[in-house]
């Protein structure tokens, strides 16, 4: 699943033609620029492989079910390996603008979540696969990691959010992924996350632009499937 700026990472399949979300029964469409809301499927390296490039947010209107719905839908398809890209403001001091960075973890700050109403519990303590960060490392050795707080949004945080995330353990801040992220672990599929920092933070950076987050995403979509590409080829 592709976040924000990220859908030319979609051309990274051979043999795929975009599938629009509302050719299908029951899927929500996005509405948030930058988000195609499209349905790839095709190959890499030889692999078959979905790609989701869009994805739709609770900021919409939609609820968590809706939220969750494409993931929910490719895992019953088949799918067991699900990567989760994002757009992400960076609070950590060492992530640079343009950086792709491995989630090892989130904060669900949301006040939801996709399992409310599920007859059963489920473990949260290993939802980003230690063994998928691993492999992402071989691809690309100079991936940094860190814990990604999952917001409602669509405003930004302020800069007292900022100090307050980075008090409770927050490397990356974002407005999505979180319940994807439980969703599909939560149906038995191994999970990999990744943020691309477009911005910094607020207060820690210039004013916050969605347009700046677009372009930032659109220049880091060539490392990020050079990267993907080299993930899937090892699964």
């Known amino acids: 699943m592709l976040g924000s700026g990220l859908a030319p990472v979609a051309g990274a399949l051979t043999g795929a033609e ?42 919409e209107g939609h609820p968590s079910s809706a939220v969750t719905h494409a993931v929910d839908e ?49 473990d949260l303590s290993a939802v980003y696969d230690p063994e998928l960060r691993t492999l992402a490392r071989t691809v690309d050795p100079s991936l940094q990691e860190g814990v990604y707080a999952g917001v409602v949004g669509p405003a930004y945080e302020t800069p007292a959010e900022i100090r307050m995330l980075r008090m409770l353990g927050a490397d990356l801040v974002g407005m999505s992924t979180v319940h994807e992220a439980i969703a599909a672990h939560a149906l038995g599929a191994r999970v990999l996350g990744i943020s691309v920092v477009t911005n910094r933070a607020a207060g820690l950076g210039t004013r916050l632009d969605h347009a700046e987050v677009q372009r930032a995403g659109a220049e880091a979509a060539g490392r990020m499937e050079s990267l993907l590409r080299g993930v899937v080829a090892q699964l």
Not at 21 to 47: C, K, M, N, Q
Not at 80 to 90: D, I, S, Y
């Open 74 to 122: 490719v895992v019953a398809a088949g799918c067991r390996t699900v990567v989760l890209t994002n757009a992400a403001g960076g609070i950590a001091e060492s992530f640079g603008v343009g950086e792709p960075v491995l989630i090892s973890d989130h904060l669900n700050l949301t006040g939801s979540s996709p399992l409310i109403g599920a007859p059963t519990f489920v």
């Open 18 to 59: 975009p599938v629009p979300y509302s050719s299908f029964d029951g899927w929500p469409r996005t509405r948030v620029p930058g988000h195609e809301g499209a349905l790839y499927a095709g190959e890499i390296e030889g692999i078959p492989a979905l790609v989701l490039a869009g994805r739709v947010h609770l900021y």
